[in-house]
């Protein structure tokens, strides 16, 4: 489905902020998989997720999705086949813009001269309405009047609105409230299994790593630590997480925000 | 009254005609939130192109001939910073500089172009309702014709897919760098579109007052910036139509009180000064308002 092949990536090469930020990954994830991927701050995930999606090019390496070589593809034509949430719920949707027109802009669909037809219209309704968040009703408010949930959430649903072959999820309920977040969460995981989505999702939250999906990757300095899945994964206790992260880098893991990290 | 009539027929022929650039501004500055400042040079350009195509004996294609020089230039702009890296504030700069040239140059060299014998579309207009109940108002009839046809057209526009893309663009450029939209693509389609209106202002404008000086669009920017935000203080309404009416009406009052204000004396030059202060104060007024409380406890501070 999505092979990644020794890429790595250095920014600001030659200077004294030089930082390899990946540095010989290589992935491959199959059709329908759902990896959670933890690790410390700077351990590369967001930059893996960057190099995905095309927000930069990699230095080396090959990305393959669903046999297309994407390496050098530019970032708008991935995001017709990749899915893309951040941390902060402001980055996904045009906040002067109604729901419906983000909505609409986000399903794309007939011609660039093309206008919302009625269909479309009632279509995107009942699309919202399964958020069940009462958004349904107010399709003509502008997306800024939401709060950070509602926005996260119809940023979910615009990024499946036409279901991507890849969904790259950068720890986007870490922003949110408790609540909010385990809805956001829940949400995320009803949509993956009925659409059947192949999904990576970043997380600090190494609870929701063993609980969601079914693979876990650990990175550290821009390589994957390790991955695991199946029975192993299934036994696996985040204290186990934590021993494993010990006993492979040879350091402590010393991120508070993983570790306090409860729910 | 009698003599109140006609500078409001005046203000409103003057302000339609601008209205068309304000309109540009809207695409530009408040939908794809690029400040254009070549508004000053496409506006000439318009201005001289149809000039010079109405003179050659062709009034009606002088229209789409300086539409098509405002996309042109519309579209090297946004090229410009879109494309080769140069800042979206100098590309207009350099585009407004280099349009000097390339106006005198479409003007053969002269900076002044008379057309008080040229067949234009006012002249035409003029002779089909000669006699009629509206002799006096074919300049009007042209003008509301044309801001018409321009506002109905970035009314339905903006509602495209493209036109959602564009607004998009313009207000959370990180969203649309994500997406499948290219932020290139939209940028240059908005400008194009705009420099488009821009330029039919300018055609308009010369043919209406029969002549066209390389000096007809300096100061334009700031004129429609003024006029754009006097409009959006007047309807504060999300609704895209209501928005496009307010920036019209904006152009018209503008120009109203212009008008008046000349009629009190105030010598035509000032006209620059004026829009200028109007500008600041839309702008920074808002500004000052959310920084007064800061300023008010400091004040306060100091008197204890």
């Not at chain 1, 999904?199 to 390589?223: F, V, W």
Request: proline share 3%; charged share 20%.
């Amino acid at each position: 489905m999505l092979s990644i092949e020794n890429i790595s990536k250095t920014f600001n090469p030659g200077t004294v902020n030089e930082k390899r930020a990946l540095s010989s990954l290589s992935i491959n994830v199959e059709d329908g998989d759902f990896i959670s991927i933890i690790g410390a701050n700077g351990a590369g995930k967001s930059t893996l997720f960057g190099a995905i999606a095309g927000s930069f090019l990699t230095d080396e390496g090959r990305i393959i999705l669903d046999g297309e070589d994407i390496t050098v593809t530019p970032e708008h034509i991935r995001a017709r086949s990749i899915g893309r949430l951040f941390q902060d719920p402001m980055k996904g949707t045009a906040p002067d813009m109604t729901i419906e027109e983000n909505l609409a802009l986000a399903a794309g669909s007939g011609g660039w001269l093309s206008r919302i037809t009625r269909r479309e219209r009632e279509e995107l309704r009942q699309k919202v309405a399964l958020l069940d968040m009462g958004l349904e009703d107010r399709m003509e408010s502008p997306v800024g009047l939401l709060s950070g949930g509602q926005r996260q959430a119809l940023s979910l649903m615009m990024a499946t609105i036409n279901p991507p072959k890849l969904l790259l999820l950068d720890e986007h309920t870490a922003a949110l409230d408790p609540a909010t977040s385990a809805k956001v969460m829940e949400l995320t995981d009803k949509i993956v299994r009925e659409e059947k989505l192949t999904c990576l999702m970043i997380t600090h939250n190494m609870n929701s790593a063993l609980s969601s999906g079914n693979r876990t990757l650990m990175m550290d300095e821009g390589k994957v630590l390790f991955d695991i899945k199946g029975d192993e994964r299934a036994h696996l206790s985040v204290e186990d997480l934590v021993r494993m992260f010990r006993t492979r880098s040879g350091r402590e893991l010393d991120n508070d925000r993983m570790l306090l990290a409860d729910t | 009254m009698a003599t109140f009539l006609p500078l409001i027929q005046t203000a409103l022929e003057l302000g339609l005609i601008g209205s068309l650039t304000v309109l540009a501004l809207f695409l530009s500055y408040s939908m794809l939130n690029v400040c254009d400042l070549s508004t000053d040079g496409c506006f000439t350009l318009g201005a001289s192109v149809g000039a010079v195509v109405a003179i050659s004996g062709h009034p009606y294609l002088s229209i789409p001939a300086a539409m098509l020089a405002g996309v042109g230039s519309g579209f090297i702009t946004a090229f410009l910073q879109t494309k080769m890296g140069v800042d979206s504030l100098l590309s207009g700069i350099i585009m407004n500089t280099a349009l000097y040239s390339v106006n005198i140059a479409i003007m053969g060299g002269s900076s002044l172009l008379n057309m008080n014998k040229t067949e234009t579309v006012f002249t035409h207009i003029q002779a089909l309702v000669k006699d009629g109940p509206l002799t006096d108002a074919y300049k009007l009839i042209v003008a509301f014709a044309a801001a018409a046809a321009v506002a109905g057209f970035l009314y339905i526009f903006l509602k495209t897919r493209i036109g959602l893309s564009i607004r998009a663009t313009g207000n959370n450029p990180e969203m649309v760098r994500s997406s499948s939209i290219n932020p290139v693509m939209t940028t240059i389609v908005g400008l194009c579109v705009s420099g488009s209106f821009t330029a039919l202002s300018g055609c308009l404008l010369a043919q209406a007052q029969k002549s066209v000086n390389i000096d007809i669009g300096s100061g334009m920017v700031t004129i429609a910036l003024a006029s754009l935000l006097i409009g959006s203080t007047f309807i504060k309404s999300r609704r895209m139509g209501l928005r496009i009416c307010g920036t019209i009406l904006g152009a018209f009052v503008f120009r109203l009180v212009y008008t008046i204000a000349l009629r009190f004396n105030m010598p035509a030059y000032m006209l620059k000064l004026v829009s200028s202060v109007i500008v600041i104060i839309a702008i920074s007024g808002p500004y000052i308002k959310s920084k007064y409380p800061e300023f008010a406890r400091r004040l306060e501070k100091k008197r204890c």
